[in-house]
């Protein structure tokens, strides 16, 4: 343990994997904790962290069974990789030792060293790169003190992501506000009038959207023949005319049909 006040310029090996165990700590939380206090210079963090532990069995099925039978102490671990990870008899697997461990029940050194065992006699093909990432303090510790000096930075941060997040949210019940115009307001950009064309504005029409979609149906009934002008359409369709166009626009702006070289809209 480092003393209160003191500095210390070594590389310690940081098991994250246990450190995030015994504290019952979010292994995402904590790498993103750790890599704020690294961003803004408190510690130093190694690029061993990006390790890969890998496993592949190479034995035959009945070699397989025949080592399980003879070491009872192995089976478990081994029994816990088949069910956790397919593929395993076909090519490197990227496994994580911890987990296997609690599935074992037994401790990770202990898997590390059964699948090292495994690998001696010709059960697995096993690698692993340095497991541990490598830790240096690079100020004093004077912990409430070194942490304050950005602490203000790192709420106002997350208060933005939340912001952000709400927003986001916002936009997506926001049912009365063409979308449109909320984009652009969050953008901080005024326009007064509605886009006309999004799912709000579609919905705010003279007729609901019920009718849109058997208008829509109809025209392509009638498209499924031959392309027609809007004007054969009108006439063919026992719709307003607006409706028509209105509808011909959605379907153009859906990509469903097309507007050819006669001036004639043919399907997609």
């Known amino acids: 343990q480092i003393p209160y006040g003191t500095q210390d310029e070594n590389a310690y090996q940081f098991h994250f994997n246990s450190f995030c165990d015994t504290y019952s700590l979010h292994p995402i939380l904590t790498y993103n904790g750790l890599r704020i206090l690294d961003q803004n210079s408190v510690i130093a963090l190694s690029q061993n962290f990006s390790r890969r532990t890998t496993i592949r069995f190479i034995a035959a099925k009945n070699e397989l069974f025949t080592y399980l039978e003879a070491n009872p102490k192995s089976a478990p671990v081994l029994q816990v990789l088949l069910r956790t990870y397919g593929g395993v008899f076909e090519y490197d697997t990227k496994i994580n030792t911890l987990l296997i461990a609690k599935k074992s029940g037994i401790s990770e050194e202990l898997v590390l060293s059964i699948l090292e065992k495994s690998s001696m006699h010709g059960i697995v093909e096993y690698t692993s790169e340095n497991r541990d990432m490598e830790l240096t303090f690079i100020v004093p510790r004077e912990d409430e003190r070194t942490i304050n000096v950005f602490a203000n930075k790192i709420t106002a941060i997350n208060e933005n992501k939340i912001a952000n997040v709400n927003a986001m949210l916002a936009y ?23 886009c006309g064309k999004c799912d709000v504005c579609r919905n705010k029409t003279d007729f609901p959207s019920s009718k849109v979609a058997t208008i829509e149906q109809e025209i392509l009934n009638l498209l499924e023949q031959n392309a027609r002008t809007s004007r054969k359409l009108i006439r063919l369709l026992a719709h307003e005319e607006d409706e028509v166009l209105t509808c011909l626009q959605y379907l153009l702006e859906d990509g469903t049909i097309r507007v050819n070289n006669k001036n004639e809209y043919s399907l997609n």
């Open 172 to 194: 997506i019940h926001n049912n009365n506000d063409c979308r449109n115009l909320q984009l652009l307001r969050y953008f901080g950009e005024k326009k007064k009038d509605p």
